[in-house]
């Protein structure tokens, strides 16, 4: 079965700076997609960023990138020029051969003014 | 396009009643599912949807849960004889293709309070 872990429960980061999130996962499979979602505060979950683990090219979504690497089953995201609106609870999901997404428990983050 | 919808937003009942929750997934998305969220957790998949075909199940979707999609547009879930055990938001998403891979659009989700 598929596991994800996020390992740091909760971060805070100055507005305008650059903050790394990180998750790592664990299966057997070759083909599968890796997301990032966003969950704020009492709001509904939307997807930040999409990779395919077939490309090596890691994803970019405006001021979000991940760091996608596959040997070693590692999937952070990176958020630069950090605004307000990025607080928020943020989650690392696997996508395979099933249909479901498993979740990893998520990590709060607060961007500060 | 409206995005994922649910109602009733939050319910709160009283242990051992039925509860029913709704989701109208986005127009043409033929893939639905639905997932439950604690606090403090990431949220874990109970069963998911192909038009009308429910193609998949949780253990963690017991004999009190019940989900169908009749017409493959939106879908219930019921919770029969409720538990404390069941509070938790109920989250539903819908995708617009078979394969695997899709992005899921997740709805605001329904929040259950059972006392």
């Known amino acids: 079965a598929q596991t994800v872990t996020q390992s740091q429960p909760e971060m805070s980061v100055q507005e305008a700076e650059t903050v790394t999130l990180s998750c790592t996962y664990d299966?057997?499979?070759?083909?599968?997609?890796l997301f990032w979602y966003k969950q704020p505060p009492s709001r509904q979950m939307i997807l930040v960023i999409r990779?395919?683990?077939?490309?090596?090219q890691n994803a970019t979504e405006n001021r979000f990138s991940v760091n996608f690497q596959k040997a070693a089953k590692s999937f952070s995201l990176k958020i630069s020029d950090s605004q307000l609106g990025d607080t928020a609870m943020y989650f690392c999901?696997?996508?395979?051969?099933?249909?479901?997404?498993?979740f990893g428990k998520g990590m709060k983050l607060t961007v500060n003014p | 396009d409206t995005g994922v919808s649910q109602d009733p937003r939050h319910k709160i009942t009283k242990r051992g009643q039925n509860v029913t929750f709704r989701c109208d997934p986005i127009?043409?998305?033929?893939?639905l599912y639905w997932y439950r969220q604690t606090l403090g957790q990431g949220p874990e998949f109970l069963t998911y949807?192909?038009?009308?075909?429910?193609?998949?199940k949780s253990r963690l979707l017991s004999d009190r849960f019940s989900a169908e999609r009749p017409k493959g547009s939106f879908s219930t879930l019921e919770i029969q004889r409720t538990e404390q055990g069941d509070s938790a938001m109920y989250l539903c998403?819908?995708?617009?293709?078979?394969?695997?891979?899709?992005?899921?659009?997740f709805g605001p989700g329904t929040r259950l309070l059972v006392l």
């Open positions: 998403a819908s995708s617009p293709r078979t394969g695997n891979g899709e992005t899921q659009y």
């Open positions: 949807f192909q038009n009308e075909a429910q193609l998949e």
């Open positions: 990779q395919e683990a077939y490309k090596q």
């Open positions: 127009s043409e998305h033929n893939r």
């Open positions: 299966t057997s499979e070759n083909n599968y997609y």
């Open positions: 999901a696997f996508g395979g051969g099933s249909e479901k997404l498993v």
